[in-house]
C-alpha cells in the first residue's frame, strides 16, 4: 500500500515528527510506504485568481506543470496525509497556496476510493481554523476522510506524562485508520457532498458559456441525466437524493432571478461584474 503524506511545513520542525510517530504507528498496524513530499519542494507560485482551472481546464494553469507533479503521485497513491501547522489560524501559506492551486477538484472531483488523514500541529483554539481547509479540500475532490487530529506541540520543554499523552494520541490515531486501510473504501456521501454535486452542476447549466471545464466533465459522466445522483456509482438513500434535489431546484430559482438572461447569453470566457 503506497501514502502520500503532503506536508505544510519545515522538514525538522514538530509537524514533521507527528507525521513520523503516525507513520511509525501505522507500520506497526499495515504494511505501507508512506512518501513525503514537502510543498517548500516544490516551485508553485502564488495563485493569481486568472480562475482558468476553473472555467476552461487546469491545464492552463500558469504553474500546471509543477502542480502535475503533485497531483499524479496523488492518483497513484492509495491514500493521503495532509499535515500542517497552524499559523494565524489557518494552515500555512505553501499549504493554502496548494488548496488554491488544486481547488479545481471540488468542481470536478477525481480522487475516489482513497482514504485521507489529517494532521493539524496546533493549540485546541485553532484546530477547527486550521483542519477545516484541508477537509473541505479532501472531500471536495472525492476523498473519504477517515480521520484527523491536531497536537498542539508548544514550544518549550513539556513533562514528560503530557508528552505520553500525546504519543497514545498519535498512536490511537494511527491504528484507528490503520484499520480503516485494511478495508475497501465504501462510499457513502454524505447530505453536503451531495448538496455540492447538484450545486456545481447546477451552476454549470446556468451559465455553460463561463464555466466550460464544468460543462464537459458533467456531460462526461452524464450527470445531467435525472437518474445520475452522483458523481460515481455510491449508496446514496432515497432522503438525502430527495433533500439534494430540492436545495438544487432553489438554487437555480434564487440564482435565475438574480442574472441578467440577455447579457449571460453574449458572455462567451470569463466574466467580471462591475460595481
Known amino acids: 500500500m503506497k501514502l502520500i503524506a503532503i506536508l505544510g511545513c519545515s522538514k525538522n520542525g514538530n509537524t514533521t515528527q507527528i507525521v513520523q ?21 516544490f516551485d508553485i507560485g502564488f495563485c493569481t485568481g486568472c480562475h482558468k482551472c476553473i472555467f476552461d481546464d487546469e491545464k492552463k494553469c500558469p504553474h500546471h506543470v509543477e502542480v502535475r507533479k503533485l497531483e499524479d503521485k496523488i492518483m497513484h497513491s492509495d491514500g493521503l496525509i495532509l499535515a500542517s501547522p497552524g499559523y494565524m489560524f489557518s494552515v500555512t501559506g505553501v499549504m493554502k497556496n496548494f488548496l488554491d492551486h ?30 477545516t481547509p484541508m477537509e473541505v479540500w479532501l472531500s471536495g475532490a472525492g476523498f473519504t476522510v477517515n480521520g484527523k487530529m491536531y497536537v498542539d506541540m508548544l514550544p518549550f520543554p513539556l513533562k514528560e506524562k503530557i508528552l505520553h499523552k500525546k504519543r497514545r494520541l498519535i498512536e490511537k490515531k ?75 431546484h432553489k438554487m437555480e430559482k434564487e440564482i435565475s432571478k438574480m442574472i441578467d438572461q440577455d447579457e449571460l447569453h453574449n458572455v462567451q470566457d470569463r466574466y467580471i461584474t462591475r460595481l
Not at 23 to 40: A, G, N
Not at 178 to 203: C, N, Y
Not at 237 to 248: I, P, Q, T, V
Request: proline letters at 3%; one cysteine or more.
Open 102 to 131: 488544486v481547488a479545481y477538484n471540488c468542481h470536478r472531483p477525481k480522487y475516489f476510493y482513497k482514504n485521507a488523514f489529517i494532521i493539524a500541529n496546533c493549540t485546541r483554539w485553532q484546530e477547527k481554523s486550521v483542519l
Open 21 to 41: 510517530l503516525f507513520e511509525k504507528k501505522l507500520k506497526e498496524q499495515i504494511e505501507c510506504e508512506v512518501e513525503y513530499l514537502y510543498l517548500s519542494d
Open 174 to 248: 494511527a491504528h484507528k485508520f490503520s484499520s480503516i486501510l485494511k478495508k475497501d473504501v465504501d462510499l457513502q456521501p454524505r447530505l453536503g457532498e451531495l448538496m455540492v454535486f447538484h450545486a456545481f452542476k447546477t451552476l454549470s447549466k446556468i451559465a455553460p458559456n463561463i464555466l466550460k471545464a464544468d460543462v464537459r466533465y458533467y456531460e462526461s459522466i452524464n450527470a445531467y441525466e435525472k437518474s445520475v445522483k452522483w458523481y460515481i456509482p455510491a449508496k446514496i438513500s432515497l432522503l438525502k437524493h430527495y433533500m439534494a434535489n430540492m436545495m438544487a
